[in-house]
């Protein structure tokens, strides 16, 4: 199964893929943490995306793309895409590539997103939490690993704005591309609720798929 969410910045999508990874086994690709990753090495490449990232404007699609062909040469079913596509080119190669089985989209108001955003954590090691929704045992600092959390850079109410007019933009013309695979998640639930939500949809999507096959 091949699945991509969305949601936009503070929806929660990063916490699903993570509990959706663990229990369909899938392969989680957020594109955002393999550029985090470049940006961590300190290469021409990353320096270059980390200006493009902190204005919240979008990496250009070749690179993108080349990171996801390098990720993909080793796997192409059982993945699930975070952050990519998006845009109809991205969404275009995707299907070139392999095919989507279901797509997810997490969707919360504006107001409670601004709320969201400035409250969020992140861990080197890739575990992410938040002040009010997932809080770490100690805070400030992870639980798997114990490093010191950190905020990104683009979390910030200015960047937020812009990340959002840009991801409406960007998920307009996406929506209807998905409309037959698209399905709507409440995301202002909790984070337990949001997930048997999407665990009920993605295990009946299994069922009906094995009594098709
Ligand atoms: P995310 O972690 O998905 O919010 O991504 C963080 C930032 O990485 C975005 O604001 C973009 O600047 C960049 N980015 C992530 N995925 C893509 C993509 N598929 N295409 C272009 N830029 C991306």
Known sequence: MNIIIFGPPGSGKGTQAELIEKEFNLRHISTGDLIRNEISKESKLGKEMKEIIAKGEL??????????????????????FDGFPRTLMQAKFLDVVLNIDLVLNIEVSKELL?????????????????????????????????????QREDDNIETLKNRLEIYESQLKPLRDYYKMKMIKINGEQEIEKVFSDIKFLLSNFEKLKNQLN
């Open 59 to 80: 990496v250009p699609s070749e690179i993108i793309s080349r990171m996801l062909v390098e990720k993909l040469s080793t796997e192409k079913t059982n993945n699930l």
């Open 114 to 150: 601004e709320e969201r955003i400035t409250k969020r954590w992140y861990c080197s090691c890739g575990a992410s939490y938040h002040e009010i929704y997932k809080k770490p045992k100690k805070k400030g600092y992870c639980d798997i690993c114990g490093k010191k959390l950190f």
